[in-house]
Every structure is written in structure tokens, then in C-alpha cells.
């Protein structure tokens, strides 16, 4: 039997890797345009950090984490996202410390959740993220926001959604937790066995459910935003203040929770509203987080971020029909004519390379009308023509593919020669 990859991940081939390289440049362009930097942590960390971090309770933490026993009896888990990871090295560096503050940070890489693969949820997915740490004031979770959208709009997506809520502080979600818990007590037995054990421990988690969406008690759960105590109301309208003062956009629904634990204040996740996008509309969410840096050991530092799967980008991407310039071509191919002339190809390949022009040869020994065929195939502007005359006067002829103008050029000139152009 052959052995294909493991369900829920995939292999990037060549046509895919050009459109994700073109992707990712165009990120972290945005990350130096916005001044965030890239920190790079490992894929697999302690569980502990998630178990803490991303929250008990969590389906993530409770169904969906890689998690193994390494060689020396730790238990480690593959990172399910990267807020965790981060907070982490921001508390084990003391980046707090560091004069420039906020700290703002950007990564990219791969997350691992075990859950049921349908189009645009992958056990392997890859997301790019910022985390802006050691600012507690609206005008950075705008920010988060206004890149959160750009990285959408940079690449020339159009119909974008922006949902904010308010989860509140501490005081304010107590007060909701509360008032959650006495709603769901009369219809607990109705709930999932989830949602019942969940209940008293993490009633936000109920409004989650993936299983009793539909429940009645759900549509008249209490609203998050009729709990918020004054301060953490006015912080909600500070941060639409400011994402009005940028033009951006927004929707609030109160009903949007996340599925992380640590959030407070701001959460937001950006929707494609693209005919034909899908199930899964979300295409990206975050949020701040004023308990985390804390919990993981670290001083009460809040911080707000979000990530994107560049999976979900890509599949707003198909559904908008924006296609990725991405030019594949080369600018010279050079063809041999006999054995000899062999040799002088690898040589000016070689020389054309060092001086940054994209060349290929024929590695099949192939005959001149097949070399021809491929240079066309490859895109290429240029052709370098040699064969043993040539090679005896130190010359090559030099074909413009597009015009079809045609040179007697030095060899030693060659590059200069094809970045000139003619
Ligand atoms: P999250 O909502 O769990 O948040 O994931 C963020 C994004 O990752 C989702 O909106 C989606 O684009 C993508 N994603 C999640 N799971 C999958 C999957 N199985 N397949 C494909 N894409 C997926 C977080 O991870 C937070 N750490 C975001 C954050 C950063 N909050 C504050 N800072």
C-alpha cells in the first residue's frame, strides 16, 4: 500500500509553495509597515502552557492537542496556536524589561489541533499572528485590528466582515458568569455532556457549542455587553472611537466569544463574505488578553493580538477570484549545440547566476529543437545560442525569445549583456 500523508494535513507542491511565498511576503511587509517583529518559537512546548494558558476547559485543550511523552517522561504538546508560545518567551526573556514598549511581535509557522478535517480546518494549518504586549489602551487594539484587516485588503480582498465584542474585565465577566450559570441551571440536563461539566466551571465556553447552537437557552443567554461594569464600557467605546477615527468598518456582536480562554476586553474575528466561500466563514480572530502573561508567571501585563490560517486566506482568495502575481519565469535558458559546448553552458549558467540573472540548462542532453521547447516552456526571455564555432571565437549568440532579435555577443559579456537587454 502506498503511504499517503496523515489526514487532516498536505503536501505544497511547487504551483502551491509560489502563491504561499507570495503571501508571505506580502505579511511581513505589512509586519515592518506596522513596526512588528518576528520571533520564532518551537513547535512543541511544555503542555502545561496550554493547559494553563489556552484554558482547562477549552476544546482545544481538552480534545484537540498533539500531546506526547518525549524520551525522558515529559509530556509535551505540538503548539495549537502561537499566544501561548509567545507570552511564554516574552516572560522567560523578561521582554518586559525592554525599553520599547508596547512589544510587538509577529510569527509564522505551523499549529497542530486534532479536529474533523472539512475544507479550510486542517489538523496541520499555518498561521500568521501578531501579539502586541505591555499596552492596555484602545488605540493598540485598533491597531490589531486595522492589520488584522490589511493583511486581507493588501492582497486585494474585498468582502470582509469585522465583528467585535467586549468580554470585559475581570469584575464585568464575573458578574456575566453568574448570571450564565443561573440561566443554563433550569436546562442543564438538556445540554451536552460538555456543556454540563462545563457549567459551573466555564459557563462562557456554553455560548461556544458547537452541539446545542440551536438550543433555545442559547438565543436568550445573557449578553456579555449588558454586564460590563464602567470601565470596561468605556474602553469598548474608546476602541470603536479609534476604529472610526480610521475609517474601519466594524460590527459588534455580542454574541462572539472565541474559543480561548484567556480573552478579556476586545475579541474580535474578521468573516469572508464571499459567495461561495464555504461553511467556515471566519478567517481569522483575536483579542486582548489581561490575565495570560500572568497565569504563565509573569508580571500583570495585558497584551492583544490575532492570528489568520493562511489556509482560510487562500480559500478567500479562490472565492474572491483574486489571483497572486507570480511570475515563475527565467531570463535565459542556455541550449548546447554538441558535446563540447556542453561545458561552456555549465559556464555561463554559472556566470549569469553570480551576476543575479535566472538561468537554466538541459540536463537531459536533449536535441536543439527540445532545448528551444523547454526554454519557451520555462518562460524564458532570452536564449543563449553556442556551439563549436562559437566556442572557438569566445562567442555565443544571444536571442531575445519575445522580439526575436538576435545578437554575437563575448562570452565574458553575456550577463551584462541579457541585463542590459535589447
Ligand atoms: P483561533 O481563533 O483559535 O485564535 O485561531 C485563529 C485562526 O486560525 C482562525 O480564525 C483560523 O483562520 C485559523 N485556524 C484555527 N484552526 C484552524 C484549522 N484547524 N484549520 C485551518 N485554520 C485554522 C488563536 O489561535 C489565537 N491565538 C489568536 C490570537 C492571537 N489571539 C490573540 N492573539
Same mark, same amino acid.
Given at each position: 500500500?502506498?503511504?499517503?500523508?496523515?489526514?487532516?494535513?498536505?503536501?505544497?507542491?511547487?504551483?502551491?509553495? !509560489?502563491?504561499?511565498?507570495?503571501?508571505?511576503?506580502?505579511?511581513?511587509?505589512?509586519?515592518?509597515?506596522?513596526?512588528?517583529?518576528? $520571533?520564532?518559537? +518551537?513547535?512543541?512546548?511544555?503542555?502545561?502552557?496550554?493547559?494553563? *494558558?489556552?484554558?482547562?476547559?477549552? =476544546?482545544?485543550?481538552?480534545?484537540?492537542?498533539?500531546?506526547?511523552?518525549?524520551?525522558? *517522561?515529559?509530556?509535551?504538546?505540538?503548539?495549537?496556536?502561537?499566544?501561548?508560545?509567545?507570552?511564554?518567551?516574552?516572560?522567560?526573556?523578561?521582554?518586559?524589561?525592554?525599553?520599547?514598549? +508596547?512589544? !510587538?511581535?509577529?510569527?509564522?509557522? +505551523?499549529?497542530?489541533?486534532?479536529?474533523?478535517?472539512?475544507?479550510?480546518?486542517?489538523?496541520?494549518?499555518?498561521?500568521?499572528?501578531?501579539?502586541?504586549?505591555?499596552?492596555?489602551?484602545?488605540?493598540?487594539?485598533?491597531?490589531?485590528?486595522?492589520?488584522?484587516?490589511?493583511?486581507?485588503?493588501?492582497?486585494?480582498?474585498?468582502?470582509?466582515?469585522?465583528?467585535?465584542?467586549?468580554?470585559?474585565?475581570?469584575?464585568?465577566?464575573?458578574?456575566?458568569?453568574?448570571?450564565?450559570?443561573?440561566?443554563?441551571? +433550569?436546562?442543564?440536563?438538556?445540554?451536552?455532556?460538555?456543556?454540563?461539566?462545563?457549567?459551573?466551571?466555564?459557563?462562557?465556553?456554553?455560548?461556544?457549542? !458547537?452541539?446545542?447552537?440551536?438550543?433555545?437557552?442559547?438565543?436568550?443567554?445573557?449578553?456579555?455587553?449588558?454586564?460590563?461594569?464602567?470601565?470596561?464600557?468605556?474602553?469598548?467605546?474608546?476602541?470603536?472611537?479609534?476604529?472610526?477615527?480610521?475609517?474601519?468598518?466594524?460590527?459588534? =456582536?455580542?454574541?462572539?466569544?472565541?474559543?480561548?480562554?484567556?480573552?478579556?476586553?476586545?475579541?474580535?474575528?474578521?468573516?469572508?463574505?464571499?459567495? *461561495?466561500? /464555504?461553511?467556515?466563514?471566519?478567517?481569522?480572530?483575536?483579542?486582548?488578553?489581561?490575565?495570560?502573561?500572568?497565569?504563565?508567571?509573569?508580571?500583570?501585563?495585558? /497584551?492583544?493580538?490575532?492570528?489568520?490560517?493562511?489556509?482560510?486566506?487562500?480559500?478567500?482568495?479562490?472565492?474572491?477570484?483574486?489571483?497572486?502575481?507570480?511570475?515563475?519565469? $527565467?531570463?535565459?535558458?542556455?541550449?548546447?549545440?554538441?558535446?563540447?559546448?556542453?561545458?561552456?553552458?555549465?559556464?555561463?549558467?554559472?556566470?549569469?547566476?553570480?551576476?543575479?540573472?535566472?538561468?537554466?540548462?538541459?540536463?537531459?542532453?536533449?536535441?536543439?529543437? /527540445?532545448?528551444?521547447?523547454?526554454?519557451?516552456?520555462? /518562460?524564458?526571455?532570452?536564449?543563449?545560442?553556442?556551439?563549436?564555432?562559437?566556442?572557438?571565437?569566445?562567442?555565443?549568440?544571444?536571442?531575445?525569445?519575445?522580439?526575436?532579435?538576435?545578437?554575437?555577443?563575448?562570452?565574458?559579456?553575456?550577463?551584462?549583456?541579457?541585463?542590459?537587454?535589447?
Amino acid at each position: 500500500m502506498n503511504i499517503h500523508v496523515p489526514r487532516g494535513t498536505e503536501d505544497l507542491l511547487p504551483e502551491a509553495t !509560489k502563491k504561499w511565498q507570495v503571501i508571505e511576503e506580502k505579511l511581513n511587509h505589512l509586519a515592518q509597515i506596522y513596526n512588528y517583529k518576528e $520571533i520564532r518559537t +518551537p513547535i512543541f512546548e511544555r503542555t502545561e502552557l496550554f493547559q494553563r *494558558g489556552v484554558g482547562d476547559t477549552t =476544546d482545544i485543550v481538552q480534545k484537540e492537542m498533539y500531546t506526547f511523552e518525549d524520551r525522558g *517522561g515529559r509530556s509535551l504538546t505540538l503548539r495549537p496556536e502561537g499566544t501561548a508560545s509567545v507570552a511564554r518567551a516574552y516572560v522567560q526573556h523578561k521582554i518586559h524589561g525592554s525599553p520599547e514598549q +508596547p512589544t !510587538k511581535l509577529y510569527y509564522i509557522g +505551523p499549529m497542530f489541533r486534532y479536529e474533523r478535517p472539512q475544507q479550510g480546518r486542517t489538523r496541520q494549518f499555518t498561521q500568521f499572528g501578531i501579539e502586541a504586549i505591555g499596552s492596555a489602551k484602545p488605540a493598540i487594539d485598533a491597531e490589531v485590528m486595522a492589520f488584522a484587516m490589511d493583511c486581507y485588503q493588501a492582497l486585494g480582498l474585498k468582502s470582509l466582515k469585522l465583528v467585535i465584542n467586549s468580554l470585559g474585565d475581570k469584575d464585568s465577566r464575573e458578574a456575566h458568569r453568574n448570571a450564565l450559570i443561573e440561566h443554563f441551571k +433550569p436546562v442543564k440536563d438538556d445540554l451536552c455532556q460538555d456543556c454540563q461539566s462545563r457549567l459551573e466551571k466555564n459557563p462562557l465556553r456554553l455560548l461556544d457549542c !458547537k452541539v446545542d447552537r440551536d438550543h433555545e437557552a442559547m438565543k436568550t443567554a445573557p449578553s456579555i455587553l449588558d454586564y460590563l461594569n464602567e470601565e470596561s464600557s468605556t474602553y469598548f467605546e474608546q476602541v470603536k472611537k479609534h476604529l472610526d477615527a480610521m475609517g474601519i468598518a466594524y460590527v459588534v =456582536d455580542e454574541t462572539l466569544v472565541r474559543g480561548l480562554d484567556y480573552y478579556t476586553h476586545t475579541a474580535f474575528e474578521i468573516m469572508s463574505e464571499a459567495e *461561495g466561500f /464555504g461553511a467556515i466563514t471566519t478567517l481569522s480572530g483575536g483579542g486582548r488578553y489581561s490575565g495570560l502573561i500572568e497565569e504563565i508567571g509573569g508580571p500583570d501585563i495585558s /497584551g492583544i493580538g490575532f492570528a489568520l490560517s493562511i489556509e482560510r486566506l487562500l480559500m478567500a482568495l479562490d472565492a474572491e477570484g483574486v489571483q497572486l502575481d507570480q511570475d515563475e519565469s $527565467i531570463d535565459c535558458y542556455v541550449i548546447a549545440i554538441g558535446d563540447e559546448a556542453k561545458y561552456t553552458s555549465s559556464n555561463i549558467v554559472n556566470q549569469l547566476r553570480k551576476e543575479g540573472v535566472k538561468a537554466d540548462q538541459d540536463y537531459l542532453d536533449k536535441k536543439v529543437k /527540445g532545448q528551444f521547447k523547454a526554454a519557451d516552456r520555462l /518562460g524564458a526571455t532570452y536564449a543563449v545560442i553556442i556551439g563549436e564555432e562559437e566556442i572557438a571565437n569566445g562567442v555565443a549568440n544571444v536571442k531575445n525569445l519575445k522580439t526575436g532579435d538576435q545578437k554575437t555577443v563575448e562570452i565574458k559579456h553575456i550577463p551584462k549583456e541579457i541585463k542590459t537587454g535589447f
